[in-house]
């Protein structure tokens, strides 16, 4: 088994930076690959950015160029760094890592205004 937890999410306004962070614990030997997905009010779970065990980082379209995942083997945390963020980004954010099974985080907030 895999816990998650979360953290960094808040209120923002249009233009602003926030970090995401999400520790892993448990049977984290097991754990390949590691993702984050965000959730917007009446929308269906959306994938935002994976990155490897070997350190290759896949993104969605829409947050090219302003997201950024990382990953912290010593911390067993993934962040996803979040820059020049819009009120589209507005969502829950959720980290998944991808092992023997699949394993989420609760979420965390994240509101931008305008």
């Known amino acids: 088994q895999v816990q998650l937890v979360e953290s960094g999410g808040g209120l923002v306004q249009a233009g602003d930076s926030l970090r995401l962070s999400c520790e892993a614990s448990g049977d984290i030997l097991s754990i390949n690959n590691m993702a984050w997905y965000r959730q917007a009010p009446g929308q269906q779970r959306e994938w935002v950015a994976s990155r490897t065990s070997g350190g290759a980082s896949n993104y969605v379209d829409s947050v090219k160029g302003r997201f950024t995942i990382s990953r912290d083997n010593a911390k067993n945390t993934v962040y996803l760094q979040m820059n020049s963020l819009k009120p589209e980004d507005t969502a829950v954010y959720y980290c998944?890592?991808?092992?023997?099974?699949?394993?989420w985080g609760q979420g965390t907030q994240v509101t931008v205004s305008s």
């Open positions: 998944k890592a991808v092992g023997t099974s699949d394993y």
